[in-house]
């Protein structure tokens, strides 16, 4: 009980929007597919959104009060100020209050005493306030653009004790409204510190509703996926939708197209002209066009701009304008003596960023779509010259991909000279450098759920926690990271929901969010849950070497991939050794202590089990350990393969033999999990858990030699 006398028991909630010339604020929320999202002339866009922040308010505030919620039309509320009102309840204002009413007088207030911060508010911010007056505690949400009104209504939750920490009812935290009294002292200001908070995925589409609803809950702006078939439910979140990729030039500088007349366009590699751009399997591998060659780049800024247009990518408000995945480029004397490979990519962005100006100019582009453009293996040298003087450096942005790194130490750790300090050495030129030649924003693309992890639980809490304010204080305003799943994340609930939190305040204590998803995920559970996750973490620290690669002195290096190669030697850097830590700044976690640690963690996880009570719990638990058992049979799998190569090395054939009975036993489990590598809609590498571990050619090998 308040002062006021007022309870989330209290009669009414009146949620007040503008409808605009829509029938209701219900019919304006639901309006998305009528309403034009790439046309910057388009009016209903901000009526749609809000409507949309009013439903949202409504849809949870009626999970904690036992009055009535209604949704109030803002010219009702302007011919029957409910401010006069003098029965006790709660108003939410999503608009300006009536002018000459009390509220609006409180608010005109309020705002003379925040002017600076208010004026000073950039795109997505809010702000939040609230007035007790005349036995009614109001509310009153306002920003600068509708994304902002939108996350202003999730700020107004979120300070009720609302949490969307993970997909659907399960994922959601739901206050105690028995236990609340509506707060008299909200005062709010707030804005992003990162500017791009996206998701980047190339193994889901857009098919989970419950997946959308998180990302707007949770102010993500940005999502680049397989397929987006739904674009209006995203317009409607704020939700900037990128398209493009390594595809680009099959699409656009197709050979069966243009080899005959035009054989200069394409590369010359290795003294002939090369016309394999990728397609089928291999599409987006192979051989770079000759990006000096005028005619060629006109041709593809111009299929680029039309599909942009009225194309496949209509709905793009982002272009990856990406080259071939490690394609080579090409080696005319014209390109080589035009700069390094960063230079030359940055050229062909500066192309086309001219050529969709003069569409915009001329009324045939009704919006403007920004370009990011990869700094990723070749290109990861920063430009060698000064970019041109009219370069846009407020819509085209180059994404820091360090896809070489390891996940043993942060980013920036000198400790790692092995593989994380080379990467520094372009890192810094790009971002920090007093002489770079590259001078504006850049977005970072991390690999939180790299492919090969294919969804493996990896919790990457302290990584997150030293990474993501580094790369802020690098003057980093724009983060994806690749590969968002869609369903049953288990431990991946954290990565997201602790990486999206540090995205939007980078100031929040990332130990305290951590300590929030453990209280509110699993209550009387969370002590030996916290123990599993800690646990989980420091056994898959190495992850990068043993389910994926990193570099080191430009090799890349694999556990999986010696395997699949037959190499002699298994363990070539001081990060991971079989069965000791080795000396050095770069030691890591071994192998066998990886397995035993699995060990802990499954003793963790069991009596989290055991002693949780509450449904909402144990279903958390259980998603938890389906994703846990599967990394287990993941990591004994490859754990069992090593030893059976070593053994075979060895000549010891009879032990190979023996060892390679254990692994058939998880080849087989993994074979028969399918769920946990769903979905993906593009990949039949992860078709099932054995195909995920990047093994299966290492197994086959062993299988015919010992059970042939």
């Given amino acids: ?25 219900k019919a304006a929320a639901s309006a998305e597919l009528g ?4 046309n910057n002339a388009e009016k209903n866009a901000r009526t749609c959104t809000v409507c949309y922040a009013a439903t949202e308010l409504a849809e949870h505030l009626s999970l904690i009060s036992q009055g009535t919620v209604e949704l109030v039309p803002l010219e009702t509320a302007r011919e029957a100020p409910i401010s006069d009102k003098p029965e006790t309840g709660i108003a939410i204002w999503l608009e300006k209050p009536p002018e000459g009413s009390s509220i609006d007088a409180a608010w005109q207030e309020w705002l003379h005493a925040h002017k600076d911060e208010w004026e000073t508010l950039p795109p997505e911010g809010y702000a939040v306030a609230t007035f007790p007056l005349e036995g009614r505690v109001h509310w009153v ?9 939108l996350y202003g209504a999730y700020a107004l939750l979120e300070a009720l004790g609302f949490r969307w920490i993970g997909l659907g009812e399960q994922g959601r935290h739901v206050p105690d409204g028995s236990a609340l009294s509506p707060p008299l002292s909200l005062s709010i200001i707030d804005s992003p510190s990162f500017e791009t908070r996206g998701v980047y995925s190339e193994h889901i589409d857009d098919d989970s509703a419950e997946l959308l609803d998180w990302l707007g809950r949770n102010r993500i702006n940005f999502a680049s996926l397989n397929a987006i078939h739904h674009p209006h439910a995203f317009k409607k979140r704020g939700i900037r939708i990128c398209m493009g990729g390594h595809n680009i030039l099959y699409r656009f500088l197709n050979p069966r197209d243009y080899a005959e007349a035009h054989p200069d366009w394409f590369g010359l590699v290795n003294g002939e002209r090369s016309f394999n751009v990728g397609e089928g399997d291999r599409e987006g591998f192979g051989d770079n066009f000759c990006t000096t060659n005028p005619h060629a780049v006109a041709e593809l800024c111009y299929g680029l701009a039309n599909d942009l247009i009225d194309g496949q990518w209509r709905h793009a408000d982002v272009l990856n304008f990406w080259m071939l995945d490690n394609g080579n480029w090409c080696e005319c004397d014209r390109c080589q003596s035009t700069g390094n490979y960063a230079y030359r990519m940055i050229l062909l962005v500066h192309a086309l960023r001219g050529h969709l ?26 430009p060698d010259r000064a970019l041109p003087e009219d370069f846009d450096y407020g819509s085209c942005f180059p994404t820091y991909f360090p896809i070489e790194r390891c996940f043993l130490h942060t980013l920036d750790d000198e400790c790692c000279t092995e593989s994380n300090q080379e990467l520094m050495t372009t890192f810094v030129p790009w971002t920090t450098a007093e002489d770079r030649h590259y001078k504006g924003n850049a977005f970072v693309g991390e690999y939180y759920n790299v492919g090969s992890f294919a969804a493996c639980p990896i919790p990457l809490t302290a990584i997150m926690k030293h990474d993501l304010p580094f790369y802020y204080r690098s003057g980093i305003r724009h983060f994806h990271y690749m590969h968002l799943t869609d369903r049953s994340w288990g431990t991946l609930t954290l990565t997201n929901y602790q990486l999206y939190r540090m995205l939007w305040n980078i100031l929040e204590d990332a130990d305290r969010i951590v300590d929030d998803y453990y209280s509110l995920c699993y209550g009387d559970s969370a002590a030996d849950a916290r123990s599993f996750y800690e646990s989980l973490e420091k056994a898959m620290r190495n992850s990068k070497f043993l389910k994926h690669y990193q570099y080191s002195k430009g090799i890349r290096q694999s556990l999986t991939g010696r395997l699949r190669e037959n190499a002699e030697e298994l363990f070539p850097l001081e990060h991971m050794q079989y069965d000791l ?6 030691a890591g976690i071994s192998l066998t202590e990886t397995v035993d640690l699995l060990a802990v963690c499954r003793r963790f996880i069991d009596r989290a089990l055991d002693g949780a009570r509450e449904a909402v719990v144990v279903a958390r638990l259980l998603e938890d350990e389906r994703r846990f058992s599967y990394l287990e049979d993941m990591v004994r799998f490859i754990y069992g393969l090593v030893r059976t190569h070593q053994f075979h090395k060895q000549a010891l054939h009879e032990q190979a033999r023996n060892a390679f009975l254990h692994v058939q036993r998880y080849a087989l489990a993994l074979e028969q999990n399918t769920e946990a590598v769903r979905p993906s809609t593009r990949f039949d590498l992860y078709d099932n858990g054995l195909k995920a571990s990047w093994c299966e050619k290492a197994y086959l090998r062993y299988k015919a030699l010992y059970f042939s």
């Fill in 35 to 38: 309403i034009n999202w790439w």
């Fill in 141 to 149: 949400i306002a920003a600068k653009d509708r994304s902002g009104s």
């Fill in 357 to 382: 100006d003069a569409a915009e100019r001329e009324g045939r582009l009704g919006r403007h779509v920004h370009i990011i453009f990869p700094i990723y293996h070749e290109t990861l040298p920063a």
């Fill in 1 to 25: 009980m308040t002062q006021t006398g007022i309870t989330w028991n209290t009669r009414s909630i009146r949620i007040i929007a503008d409808k605009g010339a829509f029938s209701s604020i």
């Fill in 581 to 586: 830590r080795a000396e050095g700044s770069n």
